[in-house]
């Protein structure tokens, strides 16, 4: 049989290097899941590889899509019968802008009926990279300081919500005022607008002069420096992503402060988590959602996989706050 995929042969503008193909559904082998994707949300992170910044670890031809949800249509030996028809994640195996998807039946990630399509398609990078990062690697708690830049983003919007949850300050760092109000009503105890104030001096006003406990930096370069700075002593910044292209100066935060500097890549904790440590960190997301502790990002517009080309100029030219793209196929 064969089915729909999304594939580039070459690294390129994601509009003009996507192409929609035909390949043949394989059969799932021992401990293997076949999924019919249904849902599938377009992130930045789902692109860079297609421009060729990760070009050195990617073997073309390639489909694309870290995230999605599908419904299990066949198993292989040895996977219980129990998950046929269930709705379920595919993560780390194959591309998710396809038809069907080869996946790790154990690795895979149930959901339930409470938990809507579009709001299980993006359960895995964002909500995943936020709540390790606050439970795990900084281990926040109660009334520690955290500062997080862009957090007008989709993982801002999560890290303020599980400020709430997990009772640490959070202060939001933004370009301006159009999310403030609403950051707030999620759970920051505080928001900097950097184009009105000064970043040190209104961080330090608000931490009495103290510095954040810890920091996450999605945008390196000079703002994550200077986010750095605004650290106590012996605290820790987090860098999570690079949204200027640009690494932080790791010489000068060493030089000018006393501030541990750490990446976290969800890749390299997936290769370290046990199996169960992967699948309690899912129950706990699931867990936030349909206790309604934890919102996602809503639909902006809808797209089937033959669309794609048109779904991600949208996504390239439409801010990721006013909705997500999804790349949908038929239920039935």
């Not at 902006?300 to 996504?315: G, N, T, W």
Request: charge should be neutral; include cysteine; charged fraction near 20%.
């Amino acid at each position: 049989m064969l089915a729909q995929c999304v594939r580039f042969n070459e690294f390129g503008s994601p509009a003009e290097v996507l192409k929609v193909e035909n390949r043949a559904v394989p059969r799932p082998k021992n401990g293997e899941i076949l999924v019919r994707m249904i849902n599938r949300p377009v992130n930045p992170s789902d692109l860079i590889p297609v421009r060729g910044a990760y070009s050195h670890r990617i073997s073309l031809p390639c489909i694309p899509g870290y995230e999605g949800i599908g419904i299990v249509e066949e198993i292989g030996p040895f996977v219980s019968s129990e998950l046929l028809g269930q709705r379920v994640l595919p993560l780390r195996g194959e591309g998710t802008w396809q038809q069907y998807v080869l996946s790790s039946a154990e690795l895979a990630v149930s959901i339930p009926t409470s938990i809507d399509d579009h709001t299980a398609a993006q359960l895995y990078i964002n909500p995943l990279t936020a709540w390790l990062a606050c439970t795990e690697v900084l281990r926040l708690n109660p009334d520690d300081i955290l500062i997080v830049n862009a957090c007008g983003s989709s993982i801002g919007r999560i890290f303020a919500q599980l400020s709430r949850i997990l009772g640490f300050r959070l202060i939001a760092i933004t370009r301006n005022n159009t999310y403030t109000e609403h950051l707030i009503e999620l759970g920051a105890s505080a928001v900097i607008n950097t184009s009105e104030s000064p970043l040190h001096a209104a961080v330090m006003e608000l931490t009495d002069g103290h510095g954040a406990t810890a920091a996450v930096d999605s945008i390196g370069g000079l703002p994550g420096t200077e986010l750095a700075m605004c650290v106590r002593p012996h605290g820790c910044m987090l860098s999570i992503g690079l949204l200027s292209g640009t690494s932080v100066n790791f010489a000068d935060i060493a030089c000018k402060s006393r501030v541990n500097v750490n990446l976290f890549h969800l890749r390299h904790w997936n290769q370290q988590a046990s199996v169960q440590t992967w699948q309690n960190s899912f129950d706990s997301l699931k867990a936030l959602v349909v206790q309604r502790k934890l919102k996602l990002m809503k639909p902006h517009s809808e797209y089937k996989l033959d669309h794609v080309q048109e779904a991600v100029r949208i996504a390239e030219h439409t801010s990721q706050n006013t909705g997500k793209i999804f790349l949908i196929s038929e239920r039935d």
